[in-house]
């Protein structure tokens, strides 16, 4: 089946540093990606829509400039998290669709953040 | 922001037994509902789909039932295996198209008792 591959899996960083987050879809083209935060015991909450080549769609309450999303292409999406304070260590998933295929949502295994 | 003393609710089933787990849903314009696994650290791995218009679907072990008229949604998982021993979500969406958002209800962790 599809594959969506983020990286790091794992990142340790002090606080007042930014994070880059990758999420590719490996064999498909995405259209569209999402970005989920998912804080331990916790559900998944979504906090972004990345769309390839325009600006991305943020939920309410996420704020924009701490969390930079660039869609520069239709594989690869990424996540940036700017002067990460602790309470920003969260686990990190994204998602993409297919858009040649069924539009099934693939996730990625999903990348944790602990900042220091 | 996270809350403090937040746990999922669990379910602990011998293993053989049968699991069911629940889940309410509050959208009635949601049209699409999924549920899917996730093992400790990883992320969510699709299990099953069921659109509005169905109540009862079925997959290799699992089967979901949609009551939309109390909008709830259960799983019931056959001959339950360790290896199902995971966090279980429901998810819902407005249509099936894929490119919608999805919404996730809040998990059940279900434990299966070797």
């Known amino acids: 089946g599809a594959v969506v591959s983020q990286h790091p899996s794992r990142v340790i960083c002090k606080s007042g540093t930014s994070v880059k987050i990758e999420c590719r879809s490996l064999?498909?083209?995405?259209?569209?990606m999402f970005w989920y935060r998912q804080f331990p015991k916790q559900s998944l909450m979504l906090m972004a829509t990345?769309?390839?080549?325009?600006?991305?769609?943020?939920e309410q309450g996420v704020e924009k400039d701490k969390f930079l999303i660039n869609h520069a292409s239709l594989t690869l999406s990424t996540l940036t998290v700017t002067s990460a304070h602790p309470e920003d260590s969260s686990f990190y998933i994204c998602?993409?669709?297919?858009?040649?295929?069924?539009?099934?949502?693939?996730f990625g295994e999903g990348s944790r953040l602990t900042v220091l | 922001g996270e809350s403090v003393g937040l746990h999922l609710p669990t379910l602990s089933v011998q293993e053989g037994d049968n699991s069911i787990i629940n889940c309410a849903y509050s959208?009635?314009?949601?049209?699409?509902f999924i549920w899917y696994k996730q093992e400790s650290g990883k992320g969510p791995q699709f299990i099953i789909d069921?659109?509005?218009?169905?109540d009862k679907r079925q997959g290799q072990r699992v089967t979901v039932l949609l009551n939309k008229t109390v909008k709830h949604l259960s799983l019931q998982i056959a001959a339950t295996q360790p290896g199902d021993s995971a966090v279980y979500f429901c998810?819902?969406?407005?249509?099936?198209?894929?490119?919608?958002?999805?919404?996730f209800g809040t998990g059940t962790k279900l434990q299966v008792i070797p």
């Open positions: 998602s993409a669709a297919d858009r040649g295929g069924t539009g099934e949502l693939f």
């Open positions: 064999d498909f083209q995405a259209t569209t």
């Open positions: 990345s769309n390839e080549g325009s600006k991305a769609t943020y």
């Open positions: 959208n009635s314009a949601s049209d699409y």
């Open positions: 069921i659109r509005s218009n169905m």
């Open positions: 998810a819902e969406t407005p249509n099936s198209g894929g490119y919608q958002k999805v919404t």
